[in-house]
């Protein structure tokens, strides 16, 4: 996986890429002169620029392996304005990562996603079926769950009166609205589809923390009942963000990724084909 850095300067720039509605997508490139690149995806309401984001890339940086870490449109430094749900959306946004880094003939050679941006590669990876190594960290399962938290209980019975949810910090200030139309967009959004959907030959990691309290532990199990070629590691005391176990994940996930470039050598191609996935709703 490794090639000496005695000769290699590494920079990080930004790049700009336009995704399919004309939204300049921010991101920033470790560029190590390596033709393999691996893409890193933020979470809900994050950036490229969180802990968990910058220090994988740091830490892929050091092997030798070229990342990329960018916004999804309506996050971070990004155009777009930011939507709940949008999972398929922000897949897209993925997509058009991807084709711009194969037109400057890079190898995609893993994309790796923390908590929905866990869902968002595994959902890229269901639909596309084109890059090998897939990496969920603390992703959702159900995404039916987890909702209360954010929107408060009564959230189903407010949204029918109103047509919309304004949801507030702890300050009391606005930070972004909810619809009816954003709020079908995450309940018909299939996880477990999703995974049945994605292909043998493509090997996924789910890592998660045992005390995550955003995402329950209990979700990466489930991933590891539907996704055919799946490995699944509990990083125990660890939090959804990895506060004191940033560590133990660049490593864990580190050494996943260097058993599956090794194998990359012995293994086909994967057809490129565009899967749909039903919705339960």
């Given at each position: ?22 939204e300049k997508l921010s991101g920033i490139l470790h560029e190590t002169g390596s033709k393999q690149l691996v ?239 039903r919705s339960r709703l």
């Amino acid at each position: 996986m490794t090639q000496s850095l005695a000769n290699r300067a590494v920079q990080q720039r930004r790049v700009v890429i336009e995704n399919n509605h004309g939204e300049k997508l921010s991101g920033i490139l470790h560029e190590t002169g390596s033709k393999q690149l691996v893409i890193v995806c933020h979470g809900f309401q994050s950036s490229k620029e969180r802990i968990p984001m910058v220090n994988l890339a740091a830490a892929l940086e050091k092997e030798g392996i070229s990342a990329f870490r960018f916004d999804f449109a309506g996050n971070g430094e990004s155009e777009g304005s930011f939507q709940y749900g949008n999972y398929r959306r922000e897949a897209e946004d993925l997509r058009a990562v991807v084709q711009h880094f194969r037109r400057e003939n890079r190898v995609i050679s893993a994309v790796i996603g923390h908590s929905k941006g866990g869902n968002v590669v595994l959902l890229y990876a269901s639909k596309y079926n084109d890059v090998h190594t897939v990496v969920n960290i603390s992703g959702r399962f159900n995404l039916e769950k987890g909702m209360e938290g954010r929107l408060g209980k009564d959230f189903l019975l407010r949204l029918k009166q109103h047509g919309h949810i304004d949801v507030f910090n702890r300050k009391g200030k606005f930070e972004y609205r909810v619809t009816e139309e954003s709020l079908k967009d995450r309940l018909t959004t299939d996880i477990h589809a999703v995974c049945l959907l994605i292909q043998q030959e493509c090997r996924v990691l789910t890592v998660h923390g045992s005390m995550d309290k955003i995402v329950p532990a209990e979700d990466a199990s489930e991933f590891a009942k539907f996704i055919p070629n799946h490995k699944l590691h509990i990083i125990k005391g660890a939090n959804h963000e990895y506060t004191s176990h940033q560590g133990e994940l660049t490593s864990v996930v580190l050494d996943f990724l260097r058993e599956n470039f090794n194998a990359e050598k012995d293994m086909p191609k994967l057809p490129l084909k565009d899967h749909s996935f039903r919705s339960r709703l």
